[in-house]
């Protein structure tokens, strides 16, 4: 039983490091890769998916305002 959540904490943080190195080159992108990311996210910690999406999808739009030289 551990090793599935060591599994699952594994891919929830490679999730979220691979929605953050994809950043997208035009808000269209930005918002593809930010909302895999956090559908993928939802899917792996049994939340709510659509939540998951949207969430991950603003948080990529987010990021590269406030950073865009790192998108």
Do not use: W
Request: a neutral charge; proline letters at 4%.
């Amino acid at each position: 039983m551990q090793y599935s959540h060591f599994a699952k904490r594994g891919a929830i943080v490679l999730a979220l490091l691979g929605g953050l190195a994809a950043c997208g080159d035009d808000p269209t992108e930005r918002a593809l890769y930010g909302g895999a990311a956090g559908l993928g996210v939802a899917t792996l910690t049994d939340t709510n998916p659509i939540v998951g999406t949207a969430a991950g999808a603003a948080a990529n739009m987010l990021y590269c305002q406030q950073y865009p030289s790192k998108c």
